[in-house]
């Protein structure tokens, strides 16, 4: 069992910032794609943003701008700086170490408000 312990989620206004963090086992960190899913209520989680081993990352085209993904493979954590944050945005957000199976943090909460 892989543990994700996640933090920095909270409350801001539109068009503020928040930076969330994902810290990862040493054991396969540096080997393994991470993400950050997202989970608004009554919706199906989606896909957030991924980061390979190798530095590559991608973008839903929801955040592609405004968020940036990445990692330290020295520190064992995964990051999301989240810019220009709008009420859309909210929803639980979990990070998530890739793979078969996925593991997944306990999830952090984003609330936006207008």
Not at 45 to 51: C, I, W
Not at 94 to 111: K, M, S
């Amino acid at each position: 069992q892989v543990q994700l312990v996640e933090s920095g989620g909270g409350m801001v206004q539109a068009g503020g910032s928040l930076r969330l963090s994902c810290a990862a086992p040493a054991t396969d960190f540096s080997r393994n794609a991470m993400g950050w899913y997202r989970q608004a209520p009554g919706k199906q989680r989606e896909l957030v943003a991924t980061v390979a081993a190798d530095g590559n990352t991608y973008y839903a085209g929801s955040v592609k701008g405004r968020f940036t993904i990445s990692r330290d493979s020295a520190k064992n954590t995964v990051w999301l700086e989240m810019n220009s944050l709008q009420p859309e945005d909210t929803a639980v957000y979990y990070c998530a170490r890739l793979g078969v199976p996925i593991y997944w943090g306990q999830g952090t909460q984003v609330t936006v408000s207008s």
